[in-house]
């Protein structure tokens, strides 16, 4: 149930918004699964600009009415080979896109093109759900079935972990050099509090996915800010415990998967300083129809360097083993072609098909 707060869903369903603070490009779609790294919205500076004459590539006559032969519109994004312009008459002829690039529109018989972005704003998922719901322009809203609690301050990370909390917490739950320990890997703790910078300093050894505390000192937050990892305070700044309504959520969760999800204040919108434990992880690699990838498929890549970028498969690679034992047929590597001077390989499981409606027409 929903407290009247509306900062604790104890159980049910977890709707989540993820927006940028201007206008920009929405990645997602309504229906389509998320995992915590999907890019769901991005605005970008665009440093390069082009033109291509369709007039000559399509040898028409300088009155024609270029609109007429297009393939994509104002806006779309393309991939390089991807047919952008065609002419089906006596003189068939078929014009392929030499870059990855956004479509900007038509002048003086010209296509117009940029490229080379560079990230001003993005918003990610942070935890695996359902997108539910397009905001324009903007971006989404996610949901999920769990329990979902709100804090007060994050230091703008994202992580998960399988939820623990300290042994001792019942009594008094402070986070000290004794709760330090190899367990801590990868898990996300929940504890009252810490007052010991070295203490806090320290946890970072050992690659937490996340700490929650219920209040943390105000000298400590700037060393909170520097950790690798998510930290997010549910309660108050100074000392205090963790509320009873949110412990008994976390109580609740224990061993389950942990997503938290903090974003600084950006324009008029708060900071953001989220737990959302799903009832079951949702992820998006089991639904992107991984296994219709071939070669020529059109992919988007989800995480890393590149994420947001749509190119094709060029190669599936097979599975690399240090062993004589077979591989998988499909392999989990692939070979992508982004434009003409990118090339890269990256894991099946970082990249989503795209369905193509477009033709893929030879000249």
């Not at 927006?19 to 999907?38: A, C, S, W, Y």
């Not at 804090?151 to 402070?174: C, E, F, P, V, Y």
């Not at 060029?314 to 240090?322: A, H, I």
């Not at 499909?330 to 070979?335: F, H, L």
Request: glycine share 8%; with cysteine.
């Amino acid at each position: 149930m929903q407290t009247a707060t509306a900062k604790i869903i104890s159980s049910g369903a977890v709707r989540l918004s993820r927006k940028l603070t201007r206008n920009g490009t929405v990645m997602v779609f309504p229906g389509q699964f998320t995992d915590p790294t999907m890019q769901i919205a991005w605005r970008k500076i665009w440093k390069t600009h082009f033109s291509i004459d369709i007039i000559g590539a399509l040898e028409l006559s300088r009155g024609s009415r270029v609109q007429d032969y297009l393939l994509i519109n104002e806006g779309d994004f393309v991939s390089i080979n991807e047919p952008i312009a065609r002419r089906a008459d006596r003189k068939t002829r078929t014009l392929n896109a030499l870059y990855s690039g956004r479509f900007l529109g038509v002048c003086s018989g010209n296509l117009i093109f940029e490229a080379d972005a560079e990230d001003l704003e993005t918003v990610s998922a942070g935890f695996p759900g359902t997108v539910t719901e397009i905001i324009p322009d903007r971006g989404a809203v996610i949901e999920t079935i769990g329990a979902y609690a709100a804090g007060i301050w994050g230091n703008n990370r994202t992580g998960q972990g399988i939820l623990l909390t300290l042994s001792d917490i019942a009594k008094d739950g402070i986070f000290t050099t004794e709760s330090l320990s190899m367990a801590m890997a990868g898990s996300v703790v929940f504890a009252n509090t810490c007052y010991d910078p070295e203490v806090l300093q320290s946890s970072a050894r050992l690659s937490p996915g996340g700490l929650i505390f219920g209040s943390l000192p105000s000298a400590l937050l700037p060393i909170a800010e520097q950790l690798p990892f998510p930290v997010i305070v549910t309660d108050s700044i100074g000392t205090g415990r963790i509320s009873e309504p949110i412990y008994n959520v976390l109580g609740e969760n224990i061993i389950k998967c942990a997503y938290l999800y903090s974003a600084p204040a950006r324009g008029n919108m708060p900071q953001t300083a989220e737990i959302i434990i799903p009832q079951e992880d949702i992820s998006a690699n089991k639904n992107n129809g991984l296994s219709d990838i071939s070669v020529g498929s059109r992919v988007r890549i989800l995480d890393g360097y590149y994420a947001g970028e749509i190119g094709y498969i060029t190669e599936l690679l097979p599975q690399e083993s240090d062993s004589d034992e077979n591989t998988e047929p499909i392999g989990d590597r692939a070979a992508i072609c982004i434009d003409a001077d990118t090339n890269i390989t990256l894991p099946v499981n970082n990249i989503e098909l795209l369905q193509d409606e477009k033709p893929r027409l030879n000249r």
